[in-house]
Nanobody, 123 residues
Framework: QVQLAESGGGSVQVGGSLRLACVAS????????MGWFRQAPGKGRERVAM????????IYADSVRGRFTISHDSAKNTVSLQMNSLKLDDTAMYYC????????????????WGQGTQVTVSS
């Protein structure tokens, strides 16, 4: 049993920054990765960034690479997403996601989800 709690969403103007955080609790030892997906109105859920615990590497969507940075604190069971140079298209509900060992880290199927935090970017 794992619970995920997100924070850090808000409203910013184009070019601004936000930092999201997700804290995992419970049986976190079963997880092989943690990270973030997002979903805009009328759109599907899109992978943003995931941290693979096994290889210790980050995977980013092409649309955010170079602007967003994911980090992991294993001692605190947290992942953070630093979002810089925000664009209008970054507006979405951002969901913390966790994958169970033995599954594809970057596949949304079978993921454990947080409740979501809204990010709104405006001009």
């Amino acid at each position: 049993q794992v619970q995920l709690a997100e924070s850090g969403g808000g409203s910013v103007q184009v070019g601004g920054s936000l930092r999201l955080a997700c804290v995992a609790s419970g049986k976190t030892f079963v997880l092989n990765c943690m990270g973030w997906f997002r979903q805009a109105p009328g759109k599907g859920r899109e992978r943003v960034a995931m941290m693979d615990f096994g290889v210790g590497g980050a995977i980013y969507a092409d649309s955010v690479r170079g602007r967003f940075t994911i980090s992991h604190d294993s001692a605190k069971n947290t992942v953070s997403l630093q979002m810089n140079s925000l664009k209008l298209d970054d507006t979405a509900m951002y969901y913390c996601a966790a994958g169970v060992a033995g599954t594809d880290c970057n596949n949304p199927l079978g993921k454990l989800w947080g409740q979501g935090t809204q990010v709104t970017v405006s001009s």
